[in-house]
């Protein structure tokens, strides 16, 4: 993933931050986050919009995505949204149970 970085951020640099405090810190906020989740998860991987699951429904994902948008943004989506009742959903294969 570093080849997508942009460029002045090095491999040390990156390592630096992943093994030193603040990735540390980081890494638990997230584990705080994830084991205050409510419904608590049990699968991978387990995807919340606005704090609520969405369980294993990953063919909807883009129209659950923009009508949480519209719905905290109370405006309509953006264009892209309006594309989806004509893109064909792309099956998501595969959970990991824990």
Known sequence: CASILPSDITPEILDSCATGNLG???IAI???NTE???PP???VPWVVVDKKP?????DNISAIVCEEWA???DANPPPECSKLA???RQRVSG???L
């Not at 969405?54 to 990953?58: D, H």
């Open 95 to 97: 959970v990991c149970t």
């Open 36 to 38: 205050s989740l409510n």
């Open 86 to 88: 004509s893109t064909p």
């Open 41 to 43: 998860h049990t699968y």
């Open 24 to 26: 540390q810190e980081l």
């Open 30 to 32: 997230s584990r705080h």
């Open 71 to 73: 719905r905290l943004n």
């Open 54 to 58: 969405v369980f294993q429904n990953y």
